[in-house]
């Protein structure tokens, strides 16, 4: 099965960058063959972390208008000349002009390459992020969705309204939405894996990672447990 991730959120700040990273990582964990969409080109954080290992196409998603659906067309151009079966699209703030814009565009050439749709909402702490999830198009269309809240760069304890709100969260759910979390990493980790930003998280937690064994195996176990709460219920459903 093809899949097309895509790290969705609409604001800035929220994970999607993070979530497209570890998308990568299962996909590169599982053997598939990978292209990464670096979608947010005036950070390219994910292209910078694995443009030495895997495909990565810079395409600027913060457009709109025409200038969207000639950025969204030279995009499937390159993927219909790619044999990836594994395709991550990491989404840049106001990615809506786009993705849900031209949903319509890219629902079914993504469908006739034989991808299945998989959006992964990443939740912000504001009321509008629920309320933009259950309105976005390429989320109401996708094969799977599931809104993640990123406790990687945020406050564990801090309230997320679209948790707290049901009728929000009611509303995801009945509509076939999942919900995941991407668990909170030790900061002095984290500081460290941001200082080694043109490696991937799977070769700091490996053999010959820089790091120190106890930081190796906080990394491993923060990317299972990451998997199984976030990436794997979107790729394989509950």
Not at 114 to 129: D, L, P
């Amino acid at each position: 099965m093809k899949h097309l991730v895509i790290s969705h959120g609409d604001k800035g700040g929220v994970g999607k960058s993070i979530f497209s990273m570890l998308a990568v990582e299962f996909g590169l964990f599982s053997g598939r063959n990978i292209a990464i969409v670096e979608g947010d080109t005036k950070i390219g954080d994910v292209k910078a972390r694995y443009e030495n290992v895997a495909s990565v196409l810079s395409v600027n998603l913060d457009k709109s208008g025409k200038d969207a659906e000639n950025a969204i067309a030279t995009l499937f151009g390159h993927l219909e000349g790619l044999e990836s079966d594994f395709v991550v699209m990491n989404a840049p703030a106001n990615a809506h002009k786009a993705l849900d814009s031209y949903a319509k565009l890219i629902v079914p050439v993504a469908r006739e390459l034989g991808f299945q749709i998989c959006v992964a909402w990443m939740v912000g702490r504001e009321s509008s992020s629920a309320t933009l999830a259950n309105e976005s198009a390429i989320c109401q269309v996708a094969d799977r969705k599931i809104a993640v809240v990123n406790r990687h760069e945020s406050d564990y304890d801090q309230d997320y309204y679209w948790f707290t709100t049901p009728r929000y969260k009611d509303v995801w759910i009945a509509s076939g939405g999942l919900t995941g979390e991407i668990p909170e990493l030790a900061s002095r980790v984290g500081a460290k894996v941001k200082e080694y930003q043109g490696r991937s998280f799977a070769s700091l937690a490996g053999p010959e990672s820089p790091l120190f064994i106890v930081e190796r195996q906080i990394i491993k176990n923060w990317l299972r447990k990451s998997w199984q709460e976030s990436v794997i219920p979107l790729i394989e459903g509950e």
